[in-house]
């Protein structure tokens, strides 16, 4: 079976000394990783927050944009549950923008027609590994009405805007380290924030709103002003993820070369359009084709022959527990019925892709 994911787990790592040392929770492991990963993707240490989870980034990024109660929230509806459950959670609005039917990505033309005075945010989230070539575009404009930006970069860690790891413009950047993302520290994941004052306070806020760098019995003796969250990484998932920074450009330049082959390949398949171009700069944690006939049969054909390919997400916008926010998005009901996701990480070699372009012609024929 050629799997559509696979676990990276760094080589020879031995943990014991750390599982046993006597401190397992939130150390010096993690501001080493929060070191070491900003200075790796060329980020500010001070711009950068490890926690939990990149779903727990987007809560704290929600938080620290000032999203409350009654607030809208702008999102894409074709994305993973986690970009959007938060915002339920802090009891805000979710007002649906339409993607772009080809790519998948944000559509300007929509976001901006989803905008209101009562829009405090806005969050897009790459998928696949992909960001949109607007990007610049949408924030000046978000900028100009006082709306925050939210990236979700749970499956871009790797990509390229512009040939930068990231936009500076940019407001608060999610990624995620779960179990099957290019690096992953098991679970976990990195905010970045372009004001380092969000910073200071999501680092009170992922602790309770305790400050852990003032004393060792801060919980007796410290006030807390604003109540927090738990929402730390601890030093077992950080050291992980220091191994993994060590080979994760091998595996980005992997992801990367594969999805090289099947352009040049996939051109010459008349029923499949390629959806995610290599010069958009995307990461390619999986690699998007739209299949403009026959898309769940392909499917089932792949499976049959031990290649493995999936949707990834479904659209959330006919979910029951965002039933209040119905929109007409006619580019989502296009692209929902063509996209299929098929494997392109590091653990796939140049043979797997000339074999599973040749499973897909033989599927047309
Ligand atoms: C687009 C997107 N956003 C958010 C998340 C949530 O990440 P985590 O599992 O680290 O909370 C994922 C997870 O796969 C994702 O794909």
Redesign the pocket.
Known sequence: MIPLFKVNMPKDISVDNLLHSGFIGQGKYVDLFEKKFANHFNMNFNNVLTTD????A?KLALVLAGVESGDDVVTSPY??L??NSEIMRLNANIIWYDINKYTGAADVESIKRSISSKTKALII?H?SGMITNDLEDIIDFCHSNDIKIIE?S??SLGAKYKDNYFCDKTDYICF???AIKQLTTI?G?MLYCKDCDDIKRGKLLRWFGFDRTLSTDFRCSQDVKEVGMKIHMTDIPAYIGIKSLETIDEVIKRHKENAILYEKLLKRVEEISICHFVKSGSSFWVYPIMANKDRDELKKFLQDNGIGSSLVQNRLDNKTCFKEYKKDLPNLDYFIERILYIPCGWWVSKNDIYHIVEKIREYYN
């Not at 989870?53 to 727990?56: A, E, G, K, V, Y």
């Open positions: 989870s990149c779903t727990n987007i994305t993973c986690a970009t989230a998928l979700d749970a499956q995620s380290f779960q679970d994941g």
